[in-house]
C-alpha cells in the first residue's frame, strides 16, 4: 500500500535469518556507528530474545543518543483545546459516540489563559492539540490561538516553540498553518496496518488511510520542513508498527531529503468508553515498548524521540536511557484542565486517555537531574532557522553539541534561577556545576558566557 509495503514487511517478520543472533549482533554493531539501518536490520533487532543481545542493543542505543543528544532532554507541554471531535476512533474517549465525555472547546481567551499557566510555571514549548472539527478546529482558529499563545510574556519568559499535533490539511492550509509561526507539524498514523486502520476508524474522515498516510508530503511540499510521525502501540503486532514507523520515515528522508523530526510512540492506555483501548488487541509489554524504542534510536539515530505522560515516571526513567530525546511533562489531556484542578473521576470524563506520570513540571527537573539528564527547554533550531535538513545537516555532524550543550544550560539556568522549587534547586545546582566542569575549550567559556548573561537578568540567551 504506497510505501508502506505489507508484503514485504510481513515476509522480513517471517524470515528465520533475521532471528539469528550473530546478523542481530552484526546489525548492532553497525548501529553503534550512528549511521542508522536497513528495515531488514531493524526488523532483525526487533526480533532479539536473548537477554545478553538484547542487553547490547540496549546500550548501544544509550551510546548513539549520547553521540547526537547528549544527555539532553527536551521538555514541553500539550494544551488541547477542544475535545470534540466527528471522527469515531475505537480507542479514544474524544470519540463521537462517547456521550459520557463532557465536551469542551476553550475560547481563545481561555487558551491564552492555560497557555499564561504553562509560562508561569517555566515551559517554553506547547504541543497544541485538538480533535477534529470542521466547525471548531479550524486553520483560521487555531491561526488565531497561536497568535496569542506567542504575544505572552513574564519578566522575558515565553512561549518560544509551538507545535501542532491537528487532523490533516489540505496543501493551501498547511501554508497557512505555516504562516503561523509553528515549529512541527504532528500527526500520527496510529497505525500502519491497513485491515487494523480500517477496523479502528469506523466514522467521518479519518477513516480515509491514504489522506492520513500522505499528510506529511503536503505539509513538507507546504513548506513545513519539522514533522513529526508516530504510531498507537497496542493496535497492531509491534513489530509490524515499528516497521510501518520506519518505512515512513525513510520514504520521507528518501522524497525530501530529510526525515521527521520526530517520532512519537505512544502506547494505548485506558480512556472512557474507548473499547479498543479498554481491551487492546496488541497489548505491548514494557520490555518489548524498551525494545521499539532502542531499535528507533538505532535505526533513524538523527530523529527526535517523543515519550509522554501515558507511561509512569519509573518507566519513563528507565527509557530515557535508550532513546528518548523529548518528553513531555506536568501534562493535561482535557481542555481547561490546567486552570481547572478537577479530581480524577472528574478529569476522566474529560480527558482523552489516562495518564501514567502525573508529576508536575518541576517535579520531573528535579529527577532528571537526579538521574543525570540536562533538562532543555531550547527552541534555538527552530528559530535560527535550522530546520528540516538545515537541522538534519548539524545533527549528522559532529558540531550539534557545540549548539545545544550551550544552548540546553542557557534555558535550565533561566529556569532555575526564575521558577524552579527550593528542592529542585538544591539537587539542580550541584548538577549544574558537574555539568559545567565536564565542559572544555570554546563549549565551556561559551556556556560560561551565557549563563552568566541569564544570571545578570537577560532571558531568552541563546546560539
Ligand atoms: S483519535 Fe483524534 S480523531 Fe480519533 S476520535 Fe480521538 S480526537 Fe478524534
Redesign the pocket.
Known amino acids: 500500500m504506497y510505501f508502506i509495503d505489507e508484503k514485504y514487511i510481513e515476509t522480513l517478520l517471517q524470515d528465520d535469518k533475521l532471528h539469528d543472533e550473530q546478523f542481530q549482533l552484526d546489525a548492532i554493531s553497525k548501529a553503534s556507528e550512528a549511521k542508522g539501518l536497513t528495515l531488514e536490520e531493524s526488523a532483525a533487532l526487533l526480533n532479539i530474545d536473548s537477554p545478553e543481545v538484547l542487553n547490547e542493543l540496549f546500550i548501544t542505543a544509550k551510546k548513539v543518543k549520547e553521540i547526537i543528544y547528549g544527555n539532553r532532554l527536551v521538555l514541553f507541554a500539550p494544551l488541547y483545546f477542544t475535545n470534540h ?1 466527528v ?3 475505537l ?2 474517549a ?3 459516540d462517547n456521550h459520557d465525555l463532557k465536551r469542551k472547546t476553550l475560547s481563545l481567551d481561555e487558551i491564552e489563559e492555560e497557555a499564561r499557566i504553562l509560562v508561569h510555571q517555566g515551559q517554553k514549548r506547547i504541543l497544541l492539540v485538538a ?2 472539527h470542521p466547525k471548531i478546529s479550524t486553520v483560521d482558529f487555531i491561526g488565531k490561538a497561536i497568535e496569542r499563545i506567542y504575544k505572552i510574556d513574564f519578566n522575558g519568559n515565553n512561549i518560544r516553540r509551538l507545535n501542532v499535533n491537528v ?1 490533516p490539511l489540505n496543501l493551501e492550509d498547511f501554508k497557512k498553518l505555516k504562516s503561523y509561526g509553528i515549529g512541527t507539524y504532528q500527526c500520527f498514523q496510529e497505525t500502519y496496518h491497513y485491515e487494523t486502520y480500517k477496523k479502528m476508524h469506523i466514522e ?1 474522515p ?1 477513516t480515509d488511510f491514504e489522506w492520513r498516510l500522505f499528510a506529511m508530503d503536503r505539509a513538507i511540499q507546504s513548506g513545513i520542513d519539522d514533522v513529526g510521525i508516530g504510531s498507537l502501540f497496542g493496535l497492531t503486532d509491534y513489530k509490524f508498527e515499528t516497521l510501518g514507523l520506519l518505512s515512513h520515515a525513510f520514504y520521507l528522508e528518501t522524497k525530501f531529503g530529510t526525515g521527521p523530526h520526530t517520532i512519537s510512540v505512544p502506547r494505548l492506555e485506558p480512556a472512557l468508553n474507548a473499547p479498543a483501548a479498554m481491551n487492546p488487541p496488541y497489548l505491548v509489554n514494557d520490555i518489548s515498548f524498551k525494545k521499539i524504542i532502542a531499535v528507533i534510536r538505532l535505526a533513524v539515530p538523527y530523529t527526535g524521540i517523543i515519550l509522554s505522560t501515558r507511561e509512569s515516571a519509573e518507566l519513563r526513567s528507565d527509557l530515557f536511557s535508550v532513546g528518548v530525546s523529548q518528553i513531555s511533562a506536568g501534562s493535561r489531556t482535557a481542555p481547561g484542565s490546567y486552570k481547572e484542578t478537577r479530581d480524577s473521576s472528574d478529569e476522566h470524563t474529560h480527558e ?1 486517555f489516562q495518564l501514567g506520570d502525573h508529576r508536575s513540571l518541576d517535579e520531573v527537573v528535579r529527577d532528571c537531574t537526579a538521574l543525570g539528564y540536562m533538562p532543555s527547554f531550547c527552541t534555538a533550531c527552530y528559530r535560527s532557522n535550522r530546520t528540516g535538513d538545515r537541522f538534519m545537516e548539524l545533527a549528522k555532524s559532529a558540531n550539534i553539541g557545540k549548539i545545544c550543550v550551550p544552548n540546553a544550560m542557557a534555558t535550565f539556568k533561566e529556569y532555575l534561577n526564575d521558577f524552579a522549587s527550593s528542592e529542585t534547586k538544591d539537587i539542580a545546582y550541584e548538577f549544574f556545576e558537574k555539568e559545567i566542569n565536564r565542559l572544555e575549550g570554546n563549549i565551556r567559556n561559551k556556556a560560561g558566557q551565557m549563563i552568566e548573561r541569564v544570571d545578570n537578568g537577560e532571558r531568552d540567551v541563546y546560539l
Open positions: 471531535c471522527n469515531n476512533c480507542y479514544c474524544f470519540r463521537k480533535g477534529e487532523a467521518g479519518k482523552q
